[in-house]
């Protein structure tokens, strides 16, 4: 299975850069997340919401470029958020206790606005 990133610009209240991911993030789609990622923050993007919406299956190499992303906008006073509502993967984010230290919720404007 294959992993689709497009990268846009959210101009509301707050601007953002969301990253939209469509597919499956595990040990083999994890590093074209992570480039896309850590490319945004490289280039001075440090407000970041990543679109899980169409996302089916993410794995613990995925959830590790999450926490590494984080970590790295962390260190410019930046923020990632989440948009998910699959029942599924908000579910390993409960169960990993992610849901403490990300943002996540139902919709894109939501998640921008909190950042």
Same mark, same amino acid.
């Given at each position: 299975?294959?992993?689709?990133?497009?990268?846009?610009?959210? %101009?509301?209240?707050? !601007?953002?850069?969301?990253?939209?991911?469509?597919?499956?993030? %595990?040990? #083999?789609?994890? !590093? @074209?997340?992570?480039?896309?990622?850590?490319?945004?923050?490289?280039?001075?993007? #440090?407000?970041?919401?990543? =679109?899980?919406? +169409?996302?089916? #299956?993410? %794995?613990?190499?995925?959830?590790?470029?999450?926490?590494?992303?984080?970590?790295?906008?962390?260190?410019?006073?930046?923020?990632? =958020?989440?948009?998910?509502? +699959? !029942?599924?993967? @908000?579910?390993?984010? %409960?169960?990993?206790?992610?849901? @403490?230290?990300?943002?996540? #919720?139902?919709?894109?404007?939501?998640?921008?606005? =909190?950042?």
């Amino acid at each position: 299975m294959d992993i689709k990133v497009n990268v846009r610009d959210h %101009d509301g209240q707050r !601007p953002c850069s969301i990253v939209d991911l469509n597919g499956e993030i %595990d040990v #083999y789609t994890s !590093p @074209k997340v992570k480039e896309a990622i850590m490319g945004l923050i490289d280039s001075g993007h #440090y407000a970041l919401v990543i =679109n899980l919406e +169409n996302v089916r #299956y993410i %794995d613990s190499t995925g959830l590790g470029v999450l926490i590494g992303g984080l970590k790295r906008v962390r260190e410019h006073s930046g923020a990632v =958020n989440l948009v998910c509502t +699959n !029942p599924q993967i @908000k579910k390993i984010f %409960d169960i990993t206790g992610l849901v @403490k230290i990300f943002g996540i #919720y139902e919709s894109e404007a939501a998640a921008c606005e =909190n950042l």
